[in-house]
């Protein structure tokens, strides 16, 4: 022991057991597979169908005008699915603007979850009705949100677990850096699922990083990093819930990077041919999330044609009673614009209200 | 009874060409030109940016000199710094207003200050562009007019076009700048069209140098930007009103142009100031203040300001509502204490 | 001829207290009051803060009431937001003016904004405090007066006090605040020292509401901060000159009062706005305009402007030619157009 | 091959070359410091006794009024010195705020470096002379600084190296992160050396990380990390030296963690007192980067005690210079506030500056 070790030198973390595995870790085709409970695949199931429907009615409004844009998940639904399935009742959820299908399974009302892409609010709904951060645009800022809730949690005694999610491009962002580390610090009780999908809009991964893999930036946080094929959704849960349960123990916060693909565009305002090659989305259809818990599935004979007939009616009738009610004209009162600014409006506010009031009563006379 | 006119001069060879045309010319002659111009950004290499103001600039140039970089804006703007510590002229890209606030500690404590705290040894001659404003239905953090936080920033310079001319030319002048220069392109009149080209950029816009829109005799409207075509708008729809309405374009935020604003407001003795960015603290209150400073006896009401409500920007279906409009305009003009003239 | 008064009532057991001290025991009061009150920042536990405004907290409450973070800004103030939705009440302390800005993302898109966005359902009732202004003899990014970046932005409160009593009352009040609060701490005045009483802050500053620090019937100066100790004794060097001047300290710049500012210039004619920060695009402007349009048939003169120049901050030997200074007061006062008077 | 191979998963670097070894290098004391090159040692002691007295008399200027601050780097002089000297001159140094005996020990003129200290001016030497940038105070600013020079002079095909200093502390802000990655993903000639004092002010290392060392964090870029007692001078300077080498001939940058002690406070404003032990101190000066290098120098012979008093009569000469014009009043002149905002004055600047003027002679003439 020199006085390095003594006063400088860190109570060492062995930096193995936080190297994630080489290859993203899998259950559906393989043997493990077998011995994964028939309910939650049935569960799982269901709502990877739903959910592809729900990715191809939102686009599907786009085109009507009646969503302002929507950033697609299809393709991704696993992690979507698999992150909501991961959590208690009591746990939280943050979500980046691409993850609405996320809030929509952990409960969320899908006409209020879409609020923010119809353009008619912001947040749609209350977000601890079902314990649901807002959407969040500006990338990896809703990082250090989870962090701070997890945080709180912990400190009121509250065993409650946040999972925050975002994209191979958020890490990039200081942010994401910075509650990564006071997470590892605080050994605050959140999971970080990166959904890397290859690309941020138009930049494929190579340029984002140079890492082994997003994974391996945990370890220069003293944290444990996973490696999942995001399109297995059954690992990804497996993972997820394995990283809810040591950080509800207590063991604190892990990286989890889920490799998958966005098969639309970034959103249906991107021109995706621009930078990649067809060839590329049709060889990840093989690896369809959905294509891969079915072969699964029916390998242990636990869905059948009927099945899959009746999960895809189901889904229909999810999605035309979505469509009907985003068919309806948002109610909108632009008073609105002033009610919530702050807890009680400021004098400078109360004037340009009443502004407005005049201008909108001048209007509905004319 | 003045009609609109364009203070730019006529130029051989114009043809149609909208403000992102312009803007995509400018850089492509920038990079033609000049060996050391580079851009950066996300999204502006292979995809020719969001907005397209890149497109074809990788293909030309080749990666090097219009880059796709990893995402993170306080990197881009920081390694820019560094860029231009060596002897190039970065020209970066903010993708949104709103995501340009992640660099904005680089942006103040390091390149406003740069060519000051090293007594002019090290000039950082970066271009900044940031496409701002709303009105294009954008979902929130998509539509911020930032423009304040840069104005009130010194060592910046802080420009923005109205015009498919003035694009072209002020980005020009700006990349030229051996000062940084935060260039706002009006998001909303990216795909506003005009009869243009490309010759004498100097001469058609040079940074600190306002422009008068229209002529007039009745009050002055000051503005800039996206709020430029509104208020020449407005200028139209005064005439049945019986003002015949100035309009001064300030392309040039800081340097202030006093000297054609003032002479402007002497002249009608009355203005208003237009912009959507909120009201509170905005360039508006500047323009306001140094107006009634310079001009105070020939006033005959005090300046007004229509902007943006003080309220987040609002959500897709709500922005007319906080976007000042003809209406709005002319309501203030009516405001101006006629009866008392 | 009135003389200097201050509008805080008597109130019993007063004792002298600099500013520091009063915003320790504002700390320490609301942090014993309230268990969801949590302390955030770099130092301010087991050192006390580098200027000890939080000396003695973490001990007496406990590191996880008074918590040394990482270093990392964004980082801080993104967990506070955290904190905030589960209900707490965090109290961050930036440890320098320039040293916010890498939460600047945070602020503007985040704690601005998320009661909006949520319709209500999500307050963030954060105060973030916030040591500005110059003064000090600090080398550079440890002087930025950058309160107008704040002003500018939605969502927020701002506030900064100039006295003892007030650091304490306002500080309460901020902590207390259901919305987010930029809490500005002049910082040379933190070894300001006045009788003063823990008693009944609400009274003594309520947010949102200016105060008359002298009374005076010539013109009146408008300022907040660290410039109210300069104004006061402007006032006293007029008397000299024959003026009588009234001296508003605003203490809230958001929300801003309009009574009690177009109240007193209404009474006076003739105003002076008075900050450190750089004058373009300042709270001075904004100031300037209001004023101006609410009272403008009441002005003898405009609304004038004595600020910080359009300068980065100046090194320490030089930032007394930058600071508004009494002779560069007297010298506005003196150009308010008294011989047409 | 599976889809995810051929897609997005990266054309993997193996981590393993990138971790950093569990204990910091040494070289000073082992078997190795035989071998090292005599006049090399005898330079670095040179400049360690005189980066050291320096020390000493800019923490004395403070006192007597000459230094608005200072922050001293007494104990970390190995570190400095090694950064110095590891460069080429053609090479760019990056210091922060307590570097001040990196940029003087690269040829910078110590009244110079000392201004924005002192407070005359903010960066008192013109950058480019000998290639360093002015010293940065806000945290981690400058790393992105460094890549972005070294991208630019690969970009023009000149073989510059940079290197970039920053704290433990400053490991924790988002440009760090941002920094490292650009990096990386370019391949850049750039150094980052981490001096881990074990304080940012007064918060310990265990509250600013729990990763197995700083060094760790490489990983998750793609680089390699490396470890070295930072008193130990041949040590540093052997890592950096090897890094930078690499860097030039292109195989892109390394962070390297210097373990090493600030022995005095934060800066001269700075009580240590309240967060640290003296204990701890004292234990430090056993490992005193000076002592340890006399050691390795007098077990070689390659030092006695003529030299170590010439040695340190050189160092008093040095200082004795620096103190007597540090003891000149700077010579200012007000109107440079206005001199290099820009490149031209703005108008409101030209009238500005009349205003300061006309100031200026009613003040000469009263
Ligand atoms: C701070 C910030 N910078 C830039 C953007 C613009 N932007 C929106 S999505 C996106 C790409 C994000 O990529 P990634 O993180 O991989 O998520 P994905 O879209 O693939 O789900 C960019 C650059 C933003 N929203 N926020
Ligand atoms: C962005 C930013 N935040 C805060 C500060 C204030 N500050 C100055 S030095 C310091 C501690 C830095 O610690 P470290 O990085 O370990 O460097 P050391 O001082 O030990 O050399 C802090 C918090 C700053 N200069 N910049
Ligand atoms: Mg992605
Ligand atoms: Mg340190």
């Known amino acids: 022991m020199t006085v390095l070790d003594q006063h400088v030198w860190q109570p060492r973390t062995d930096p193995a057991p936080l190297l994630p595995d080489p290859e993203p870790y899998r259950l559906l085709g393989t043997p493990e597979a077998g011995a994964l409970d028939a309910g939650l695949l049935t569960t799982m199931y269901g709502q990877l169908v739903r959910g592809r429907r729900y990715n191809r009615q939102a686009t599907a409004l786009t085109k009507q005008g009646r969503l302002a844009v929507y950033p697609s998940s299809t393709g991704q639904e696993a992690c979507e699915v698999a992150a909501a399935l991961a959590l208690e009742p009591r746990d939280w959820l943050f979500p980046s603007y691409r993850d609405t299908l996320a809030a929509v399974a952990r409960g969320v009302d899908p006409v209020e979850a879409l609020t923010l892409l119809r353009g008619d609010w912001h947040t749609g709904y209350d977000p601890r009705e079902h314990r649901v951060a807002p959407l ?81 930036k945990a370890v220069g946080y003293g944290i444990p990093g996973r490696l999942v094929d995001g399109n297995d959704i059954a690992a990804v849960h497996a993972v997820l819930t394995e990283a809810v349960a040591r950080a509800r123990e207590g063991g604190g916060p892990t990286l989890v990077e889920a490799i998958t693909y966005r098969m639309d565009a970034h959103t249906n305002a991107d021109d995706a041919t621009r930078y990649r090659e067809d060839a590329e989305v049709e060889a990840w259809r093989e690896h369809d999330p959905i294509a891969v818990l079915e072969r699964a599935m029916r390998e242990r004979d636990l869905l059948d044609d009927a099945m899959v007939r009746d999960t895809e009616q189901d889904a229909e ?6 469509r009907e009610r985003m068919n309806e004209d948002a109610v909108l009162d632009p008073m609105d ?30 | 009874m003045s009609t609109a006119t364009t203070a730019t001069p006529v130029a051989a060879g114009r ?41 074809g600039l990788a293909k030309e140039f080749g990666d090097s000199r219009c880059t796709d970089t990893p995402l993170a804006e306080a990197g881009i703007l920081g390694t820019a710094v560094g860029m231009a510590m060596y002897g190039m002229r970065p020209v970066v890209e ?4 709103a995501f340009a606030y992640p660099a904005f500690e680089q942006l103040v404590s390091h390149v406003a200050k740069m060519r000051n705290r090293t007594r002019g040894a090290m000039p950082l001659p970066i271009t900044i562009r940031v496409p701002y404003g709303g009105g294009i239905g954008g979902v929130e953090h998509h539509s911020d007019a930032s423009e304040a936080y840069y104005t009130h920033t010194p060592g910046l310079h802080v420009v923005t076009p109205a015009t498919v001319a003035d694009a072209y030319g002020l980005l020009r002048a700006s990349i030229a700048s051996d000062d940084p220069v935060i260039f706002l392109e009006p998001k909303r009149l990216y795909w506003s069209k005009a009869d243009w080209s ?21 009050a002055t409207l000051i503005t800039y930007g996206p709020s430029l075509p509104v208020c020449l708008e407005a200028a139209e729809a005064a005439v049945q009103e019986g003002w015949d309405l100035e309009v001064v374009d300030l392309r040039s935020l800081v340097p202030f142009d006093d000297e054609t604003v003032s002479a402007s407001v002497r002249r009608t003795g009355r203005a208003v100031v237009v912009h959507e960015a909120s009201g509170f603290g905005g360039v508006g209150a500047e323009i306001a203040a140094r107006v009634t400073e ?12 229509v902007a ?21 305009i002319l309501d203030a003009v009516g405001r101006l204490q006629w009866e008392e003239a």
């Open chain 1, 136 to 216: 969040s645009t500006p990338l990896a800022t809703q990082l250090p949100h989870a962090v701070g809730l997890a945080h709180a949690a912990r400190l009121k005694g509250d065993d409650v677990v946040a999972l925050a999610m975002v994209g191979d491009g958020g890490t990039s962002e200081g942010d994401f850096h910075e509650a990564l580390n006071f997470a590892a610090v605080w050994r605050s009780p959140v999971v970080f699922l990166v959904q890397n999908n290859g690309f941020a809009i138009s930049v494929p991964l190579a340029k984002q990083t140079a890492a082994p893999s997003l994974a391996h």
């Open chain 1, 317 to 322: 009738r999810m999605a035309a009673a979505l």
């Open chain 1, 337 to 366: 614009l002033f009610a919530h600014v702050y807890a009680e409006p400021t004098p400078q506010l109360r004037e340009q209200a009443a502004m407005l009031r005049a201008e909108l009563e001048a209007e509905a006379q004319s």
């Open chain 2, 15 to 55: 043809k149609p060409a909208t403000m992102a045309q312009a803007l995509n010319r400018a850089l492509r002659d920038s990079l033609a030109e000049d060996p050391s111009v580079h851009l950066f950004g996300e999204d502006i290499g292979t995809l020719g940016g969001v907005f397209r103001i890149t497109d």
């Open chain 2, 94 to 97: 903010m993708q949104f207003d």
């Open chain 2, 198 to 218: 490309a010759d004498a950029p100097e001469e058609v816009a040079p940074i600190g140098r306002a422009v008068v829109r229209r002529t007039g005799r009745s």
């Open chain 2, 294 to 305: 310079r001009c105070f006896h020939h006033l005959e009401a005090p300046v007004l300001r």
């Open chain 2, 308 to 328: 943006g409500f003080d309220i987040p920007y609002p959500p897709p279906m709500l922005e007319r509502h906080h976007l000042p409009g003809v209406d709005r």
